[in-house]
């Protein structure tokens, strides 16, 4: 499409913010997330002309009942990539 773009990381502690319902979890993250951003977008001296198109988005695994985020390390990835193997392998498709 030609539209120049850039990717900011926020600076948020992710694990500071909790809900039980994963697609409210969702939303909290991703909200805090263009809290932060626009904050970053508002320093950003000469930048006055145009719009801006800020998306943000979070997601998050349920498995098993579980809300899983990323893994926080190698081990907890590979242990949660092992459960989901053994959960379609051991389980009849269904279709």
């Given at each position: 499409l030609g539209?120049?773009?850039e990717c900011i990381s926020p600076d948020i502690d992710e694990k500071a913010?909790?809900?039980?319902?994963p697609a409210v979890l969702?939303?909290?993250l991703a909200?805090?997330?263009?809290?932060?951003?626009l904050a970053h977008l508002s320093l950003v001296p000469g930048e006055t002309?145009?719009?801006t198109?800020?998306?943000?988005s979070d997601q998050v695994v349920v498995f098993e009942g579980e809300i899983r985020e990323k893994p926080e390390s190698e081990e907890e990835a590979r242990t949660f990539i092992r459960g989901y193997h053994l959960k379609l392998t051991t389980s009849p498709l269904e279709i």
């Open positions: 539209v120049p773009f913010i909790r809900d039980p319902d969702v939303m909290k909200h805090a997330k263009a809290d932060a951003l002309e145009g719009e198109l800020l998306l943000t």
